[in-house]
C-alpha cells in the first residue's frame, strides 16, 4: 500500500470516528439541556463518564 493509499484510507476512517463522536457529543449535550444542567456540569460529566468507562477492576 502506497502512501498516498494509506493516507487516504487514515482520513476516510478518521471521518467515521468523527461521525460517530459527533452523534454521541449531539445527543448527550441535548439530553444534559433537556436535564437542566449547566456548561460546566455537562463538561464534568461527560468528562468523568467518557474517562471513568474502564476504572472498574471488574471490567480489565
Do not use: H, K, N
Request: glycine share 12%; aromatic share 6%.
Amino acid at each position: 500500500m502506497t502512501t498516498d493509499a494509506a493516507s487516504r484510507r487514515a482520513r476516510r476512517e478518521g471521518l467515521g470516528v468523527a461521525l460517530a463522536t459527533s452523534a454521541y457529543g449531539i445527543s448527550f449535550g441535548a439530553l444534559a439541556v433537556a436535564s437542566g444542567l449547566d456548561i460546566w456540569q455537562t463538561c464534568v460529566l461527560s468528562l468523568v463518564m467518557f474517562t471513568g468507562g474502564r476504572s472498574s477492576p471488574s471490567s480489565a
